[in-house]
């Protein structure tokens, strides 16, 4: 059997159980990568040493007394800075929350503990995930382990590079308009953001609630199914989650191998407004990436979406205003600092247009129409999917520039106009390695309807199966 990080993380954790590895050596393992490459990657926050080796002792205790222990046993997680963790530092990557210590855990930290999951540390993002980039953090910027030298994406930038640099088996972010896609795109692992609901928001210090949404990153796609087999769950404490019956996902992605025609039976559809938005470089991975869908079994249709040009417009109005009012309880008197005198220039940029378009006179004028034409979008999308099981394209229409390259805020936006769409409609979507330019990863973006995780899920890992 294939030893340490090589595995696949299914393999890792059957071995585990079987104790042909242990829980102590996973961890060690990982905190041996983390301190050889964090000074130059900048992915972890804080690191979470001495608690996550006691538990995996505990946990290795657990499996030679024969005893029971989760379904997570002895697989290590990232968690992003704005995810509270209890006793451990959860900044949101800004000066404002630099010494706010979680007084308790997520609903998502809950589940993964109790299925036997270590927390190894604290990821970097954008500064109260408010980027694309994972620049606007006040610990510094991350660099991108699969195109050193250039972004990871953002805002779960610090997580995805944590994940494809092998410092963690699964890293955890959140997703507004595509910060887990599109940094999973650019460093050229799996990222999935389930059905809006789907996973509980409660424990997250959201940048805009209508549109956030919690999910797993990882280098291949057992490490995203065994995620969700565990956080996909109803949430009593949190009232945007689902009532689901949800299945398992990684039955169905073990249900896929060895077939020859995985996805026969499969609609999927392609959108020319896509490629037209999308560097012709991309388009050309793309284009292989569909036709391997298609020799998998599926059946490729072309169909149109009518208002590309509407939804970065659409997010960032509602995007503004919802953060804006997030942002209230970071006045100074309970939480750190007043965020207004210590925040970066993107999070005061988003704050300051929130409350202007908040003002009652302009409220009608710009929330309004955006929260109508944000129902066009999702009717739009909903009608598209009635007729298909998928539609695939690009994740992130431009290669990430390089670290440091000044770029005006329309043109930091524009890496988003691919993914907002899920956010804005409530479906579930994802990003997985399609390719490379030059060295670079590229990802391909699944998107399905509200509830429908599995169908990603299933066509994720047949296509991984076929590399």
Known sequence: MKKGVLMNILEKLNAIKNQEITAKENVESYIKVIEEKNDELNAFLELNKEDAIAKAEEIDAKIKAGEEVGALAGLVFGIKANINVEDLIISAASKTLEDYIGSYDATVVKLIKAEDGIIIGINNMDEFAAGSSTETS?????????????????????????????MCDIAIGSDTGGSIRNPSSHCGVYGMKPTYGAVSRQGLLDLSMSLDQIGPMARDVTGITLALDTIVKYDPTEC????????NFTEIALSVKDKEKPLEGMKIATCKEFKEVTNDEINEIIDESVAKLESLGAEVVELSFDYIDICLPTYYLINYVEFFSATRKYDGRKYGSRIEEVCGPEVLRRIQMGSYISQKEFSGKYYQKALQARSLIRNAINDMLEGVDLIVGPTVPKLPHKLGEELEPMEMYAYDVLTVIANLAGIPAASLKAGEVDGIPVGLQLQAKPQDDAKIVKAMAAFEYAQ
């Open 240 to 247: 945007t989650t689902l009532k689901w019956d949800a299945p």
């Open 138 to 166: 006040y610990y510094g910027a991350v660099n991108n382990p699969a195109a050193p030298g250039r972004i990871p994406g953002g805002s779960s930038g610090g997580s995805a590079a944590a994940a494809a640099a092998g």
